[in-house]
């Protein structure tokens, strides 16, 4: 009866062991993957910058403007020095496909520099920020939109609710640096298109329901919504930063590009848009349960042997092959469970 005790007690000790390494994992494993994929995007965005410049330079339809690119550093977005007026106007850039760098954000408050990239779905999002697809582009005429995760993928806006009013964003894109302000959108002070008395007056971050969509609606004047999940480790809220575009800062924003078709002509679904992130990839639910039993029977063959031959050599051979399986089983397990941003 006492051994059976003693072997249910350490059972459950390698159990509990076993999720608190998944937790660490979650919490900070993960940001392997996006610590990657800033390198992959600053580069890329480099290459979209001098790609742009060489089209619109070319272009007999744009006024020439003054424009420096910098190559972007491992800590800091490429500086662009861009001179427009109503009449020195750079085209908007064109939308890139979903996962590609669209631009860095940088927020002095939270600390926050990062690429972010077109799409908002469960790969965008460990990436980097994402900007929802049908909102318009940052930098250009409406009502952009971008979201990113607050505890996992090196939890971007995890700080989010640290914002106050009169905060400064500075969005970068290869039209240029444009930076925001935040604002307080129940204000009855601002102008038309800005005032929305669906929100709480005098408070820099509003908390709305998953299912309000209502937030990224578009308006005529320039201004950014940031979004997350909230509270800090849950998906049952959504905390909401609104920013308005600095003119006196700013080149005048243009047009946005006409959004892109949705596949097979079917209108974008915002409410689809704004959940994707947060259902399990079915796709990753076999990897995790083979990984799984990969992982059990390198345990208990572990666990032989050490019963076998009780030395610390044994232990620390284990280990090794044990912590190798037990990584790819945790990545799709991450994957399939719901997301907790």
């Given at each position: 009866m006492?051994?059976?005790?003693?072997?249910?007690?350490?059972t459950l000790i390698t159990l509990g062991l076993l999720i608190l390494l998944f937790v660490a994992y979650q919490l900070w494993g993960t940001g392997i993957w996006t610590a990657r994929a800033q390198d992959q995007l600053k580069g890329d965005f480099a290459k979209a910058q001098r790609q742009y410049d060489a089209s619109t330079d070319t272009d007999p339809s744009t006024?020439?403007?003054?424009?420096t690119v910098r190559a972007p550093s491992t800590?800091?977005?490429?500086?662009?020095?861009?001179t427009a007026t109503t009449s020195q106007l750079r085209p908007a850039p064109p939308i890139p496909p979903e996962g590609d760098a669209e631009g860095w954000i940088t927020i002095p408050r939270i600390g926050l520099n990062m690429v972010f990239v077109e799409g908002t779905s469960r790969d965008d999002l460990k990436k980097g920020p994402g900007h929802y697809p049908g909102t318009p582009l940052p930098g250009t005429l409406g009502n952009a939109a971008i979201a990113g995760h607050r505890t996992t993928y090196l939890h971007p806006f995890y700080n989010i609710d640290q914002l106050v009013l009169g905060d400064e964003i500075k969005i970068q894109t290869v039209a240029g640096t444009f930076y925001y302000e935040v604002f307080d959108p129940a204000d009855p002070s601002n102008p038309p298109g800005l005032y929305d008395k669906r929100y709480t007056p005098g408070v820099p971050h509003q908390i709305v329901k998953p299912t309000d969509t209502w937030v990224v609606d578009n308006t005529a004047q320039a201004e950014l919504t940031l979004s997350a999940c909230n509270p800090k480790y849950s998906a049952a809220q959504r905390i909401i930063i609104k920013a308005k575009l600095m003119a006196a800062k700013s080149p005048k924003p243009p047009e946005p590009p006409a959004p892109k078709p949705a596949a097979h002509g079917k209108a974008i679904s915002q409410q689809a848009t704004l959940s994707e992130g947060l259902s399990g990839q079915a796709r990753s639910l076999d990897p995790a349960v083979l990984w799984g039993i990969i992982a059990a029977l390198v345990g208990v063959a572990w666990w032989w042997l050490f019963r076998r031959w009780r030395h610390p050599l044994t232990w620390a051979l284990g280990v090794i092959p044990f912590l190798v399986v037990l990584f790819p089983f945790y990545v799709y397990l991450e994957r399939a469970l719901p997301a907790g941003y």
């Open positions: 006492r051994r059976t005790i003693a072997g249910i007690g350490r006024v020439d403007t003054s424009t800590t800091t977005p490429p500086t662009t020095s861009t």
